[in-house]
């Protein structure tokens, strides 16, 4: 995984990222201008990130002969600490839009006619269409294939989809090609509030994901080059789909 784009993600701005790596590879406690040489900016710019930093808890300030001076104490503890309060905030965050989400929706005050079929772009339209499947709480019915899911797709699943069904109670049927990564994932079935099934992998070769969910139906296509979710709201292709799922199933082991 980018080092860089994790500590983007924790909160680290424009060049932030590559001037706390390099303290970090230097050694002994350093000043400013040491690091502006090695990062090739600005002194007082490399200045004012440090200290940045500093606030974030991920380098400690001190003196050195009289010159402000900068080091990192323990990188592992700092950024798990950065982590704590990024979550910390979000938490903070989620209690205030609670409270405001009824006011929020008193401002449209028109009816708004939602599109049968909405598609959405990249790692996050595919996100959004997950989010979707565990808005309210249904029995969910997925085609499903690990083996095709890049690592960001698998890391939102792991970390934020599979435990947020879980909480909402949304039980999950999974029919998949027989694969390493699949059999695999089946051995958590009942702790993970699902059953799933194989289809020999040449005759169900699916290359993107199907989620069938109350009278919606969710598509996952997990190609990098061209990634996106899309939602269809109807009931007669959500039954005429669920249908065709639980014949495969009866059909599957």
């Known amino acids: ?43 007082t710019t ?14 400690v300030k001190t003196m050195n002969r009289g010159i402000t001076a900068f080091y ?16 910390g ?33 990249g790692l996050n339209g595919v996100i959004r269409a997950y989010e979707d499947t565990v808005i309210q709480e249904n029995t969910i019915r997925s085609f499903e ?6 690592p960001s797709i698998k890391e939102y699943m792991e970390n934020i989809f599979v435990p947020r069904r879980i909480d909402r109670g949304n039980f999950a049927y999974v029919l998949a090609p027989e694969n390493k990564e699949n059999v695999k994932a089946r051995k958590e079935d009942k702790k993970y509030l699902r059953e799933a099934r194989f289809a020999p992998k040449d005759k169900l070769p699916l ?11 969710s598509f996952f296509s997990y190609d990098p080059d061209d990634m996106f979710g899309v939602i ?14 639980d014949f495969c199933w009866k059909h599957s082991k």
């Not at 490399?46 to 380098?59: D, E, F, N, T």
């Not at 294939?145 to 890049?150: A, V």
């Not at 290359?207 to 139906?217: D, L």
Request: proline share 4%; aromatic share 6%; charged share 25%.
């Open 89 to 121: 905030k979000l938490d903070r965050l989620n209690e205030k839009l609670s409270s405001i989400l009824a006011e929020i929706k008193n401002f449209q005050t028109h009816q708004l006619t939602i599109p049968h079929m909405r598609v959405y772009d």
């Open 46 to 59: 490399v200045y004012k990130s440090l200290m940045k930093l500093a606030k974030m808890g991920l380098v």
């Open 72 to 87: 990192v104490e323990n990188p592992e503890d700092c950024l798990e600490n950065l982590l704590i309060t990024q979550r």
């Open 207 to 217: 290359e993107t994901g199907i989620n069938i969910y109350g009278n919606k139906i």
């Open 145 to 150: 294939n690990i083996e095709k899911m890049p």
């Open 1 to 43: 995984m980018d080092i860089i784009q994790v500590l983007q993600d924790l909160g680290l701005k424009d060049k932030e990222p590559d001037i706390f790596l390099t303290l970090l590879k230097t050694q002994g406690v350093q000043p400013a201008s040491v690091i502006a040489k090695k990062v090739k900016m600005n002194r």
């Open 232 to 245: 269809l709201e109807s009931e007669a292709f959500a039954n005429s789909l669920r249908a065709i799922f």
